[in-house]
């Protein structure tokens, strides 16, 4: 009895917690009337909560999704949660594309029918990403992680360049994760041909994206498209679908990332924040975490590293010879 009343007066506790904790929406009151996005992996977890979002505030969004089937049902489900005026009425519109970031040919694919179709991208938000799979390579070679993390998200944000820099002011947000502290970038060994671990393999994949960002915000000085990475926090989505827990131990887990961990929702503020804030109009080159620009680690800033990665990044896929 005392071993139930003590584990019901804690439930109450964390979900006391957890309804204080509720975060306000970073798009509230804001509207993307006559925008269109592009959100990258946007059938579940963050993705499909930004998507959800940025619809509410009338933009057009693309969502960019490597299993087509998943994707349309994930449009429904959004569009039964809003209402169907919030397209029919409002300006909003979602717009479902086949795209998979572990095939360059789907990315080109996927870049060239954007090229022939929208007459404007206003912002680009790379969300989707693998965590700490086992070791896999992509259609063209690529170790997963890296080749869906950072080279997939290096060719489509190349390609659609133009588009964004004739849309001008636009934005591009890169989902990175605060993982990034434990990566290392071996030039050596990008492929992890030589050895593999799967965690430390994420992690350079996340310090990539930041160093990606930086280098792009760099180029892109004085053309009106911003560039900003992010971290969304520990979030419960399906991400990590490759780490494997305990059975006995997965009660435990449950209710611990059910009580400490972000919704999707709460996950995805700041990639709204940094596509729709006027806050954020004109800044470019930084990093943010819960809506605010937070300090990087040092490893994060070298701009000769990052230099050096975009030029192994070209090579690799296919835009330089």
Aim: a positive charge; charged letters at 25%; glycine letters at 10%.
């Amino acid at each position: 009895a005392a071993a139930t009343a003590l584990a019901l007066g804690g439930g109450l506790l964390l979900a006391a917690w957890r309804w204080l904790r509720g975060a306000a929406r970073a798009g509230a009151g804001a509207s993307m009337r006559g925008k269109t996005v592009i959100i990258t992996g946007a059938n579940s977890g963050l993705g499909r909560a930004a998507a959800a979002e940025l619809l509410r505030m009338r933009a057009r969004v693309i969502m960019g999704c490597r299993d087509r089937a998943r994707a349309e049902r994930a449009a429904r489900e959004i569009r039964a949660e809003l209402g169907e005026r919030a397209e029919a009425e409002g300006g909003g519109e979602l717009v479902v594309r086949e795209l998979d970031l572990a095939s360059l040919r789907s990315v080109r694919a996927f870049c060239h029918r954007v090229l022939q179709e929208e007459p404007r991208l206003d912002v680009l938000i790379n969300n989707a990403g693998i965590f700490q799979c086992p070791y896999m390579k992509t259609e063209d070679g690529f170790e997963m992680q890296f080749g869906v993390n950072h080279l997939g998200h290096f060719l489509l944000t190349n390609l659609l360049l133009g588009l964004l820099k004739n849309s001008a002011p636009s934005r591009i947000v890169v989902v990175s994760s605060k993982l990034y502290k434990y990566g290392e970038i071996n030039f050596e060994d990008l492929n992890s041909e030589i050895s593999y671990n799967k965690s430390f393999c994420y992690s350079r994949s996340k310090l990539a994206n930041i160093l990606f960002a930086r280098e792009l915000a760099r180029r892109l000085e004085g053309t009106g498209v911003t560039v900003n990475s992010l971290h969304p926090g520990i979030v419960r989505t399906n991400l990590g679908r490759y780490v494997n827990i305990p059975l006995l131990a997965k009660p435990l887990f449950n209710l611990v990332s059910w009580a400490f961990f972000k919704t999707p929702l709460e996950g995805a503020q700041t990639s709204i924040y940094l596509a729709s804030s006027p806050d954020v109009e004109g800044v470019s080159g930084k990093h943010f975490g819960d809506c605010k620009e937070e300090e990087l680690l040092p490893k994060a800033m070298d701009d000769l590293v990052a230099r050096k990665l975009w030029d192994i990044s070209e090579v690799m896929v296919g835009l330089l010879k």
